[in-house]
Antibody, heavy 119, light 112 residues
Framework: EVQLVESGGGLVQPGGSLRLSCAASGFSFRDSWMHWVRQAPGKGLEWVSRMRGDGGRMHYADSVKGRFTISRDNARNTLYLTMNSLRAEDTAVYYC????????????WGQGTLVTVSS | DVVMTQSPLSLPVTLGQPASISCTCSQSLLHSDGNTYLNWFQQRPGQSPRRLIYKVSTRDSGVPDRFSGSGSGTDFTLKISRVEAEDIGVYYCMQGTHWPWAFGPGTRVEIK
């Protein structure tokens, strides 16, 4: 059974930093592209970032480029999102999601972790 | 970037009756590989998104057959043949043809 469990969310001041983690199990993590998608309170879904299984390629939404860094540890089956220079508009539930390779889709999602940026 | 729109944004439904959600894209979703990468996700209250349909019309395992997807090019539709109480939530379309992938704004399905 595929499981994705996010952690690391919390309250942070504007300009601060936070690192989110996503522990994966039930599939070949090292062979899978992985994504971060966020959802501001009461709003829709926004794709944030993705990384190839070997960590060799990554992409970012323009809204986070230069501030967020995606990374992974395949030995620990864990995906990370390091968020710097956080802004109020980054407040959201952050989901990690597994790429459905070859189908340009996201087939499994975690339960999400809430990040609140506020003074 | 591709812009996704959905209509309606709010859909009051009667249990047992059909429902339909439209998704329109600013560019054709026909990929150069011949496939069309249009997905539908359901988000029940307080839950994570769950994929229902990928590649326009392929249902995920465990998704009831009352859900169906159709469309081509820039216009797509999600239909629920007979709405049940567990179908209440927000439905999102998402395109995977053009980078960056993009979601529609969501359609909230609620009981009339």
């Amino acid at each position: 059974e595929v499981q994705l469990v996010e952690s690391g969310g919390g309250l942070v001041q504007p300009g601060g930093s936070l690192r989110l983690s996503c522990a994966a199990s039930g599939f070949s993590f090292r062979d899978s592209w992985m994504h971060w998608v966020r959802q501001a309170p009461g709003k829709g879904l926004e794709w944030v970032s993705r990384m190839r299984g070997d960590g060799g390629r990554m992409h970012y939404a323009d809204s986070v480029k230069g501030r967020f860094t995606i990374s992974r540890d395949n030995a620990r089956n864990t995906l990370y999102l390091t968020m710097n220079s956080l802004r109020a508009e980054d407040t959201a539930v952050y989901y990690c999601a597994k790429d459905h390779y070859g189908f340009n889709s996201l087939d499994y999602w975690g339960q999400g972790t809430l990040v609140t940026v506020s003074s | 970037d591709v812009v996704m729109t959905q209509s309606p944004l709010s859909l009051p439904v009667t249990l047992g009756q059909p429902a339909s959600i439209s998704c329109t894209c600013s560019q054709s979703l026909l990929h150069s590989d011949g496939n069309t990468y249009l997905n539908w996700f359901q988000q029940r209250p307080g839950q994570s998104p769950r994929r229902l349909i990928y590649k326009v019309s392929t249902r995920d395992s465990g998704v009831p057959d009352r859900f169906s997807g159709s469309g081509s090019g820039t216009d797509f539709t999600l239909k629920i043949s007979r709405v049940e109480a567990e179908d209440i939530g927000v439905y999102y379309c998402m395109q995977g043809t053009h980078w960056p992938w993009a979601f529609g704004p969501g359609t909230r399905v609620e009981i009339k």
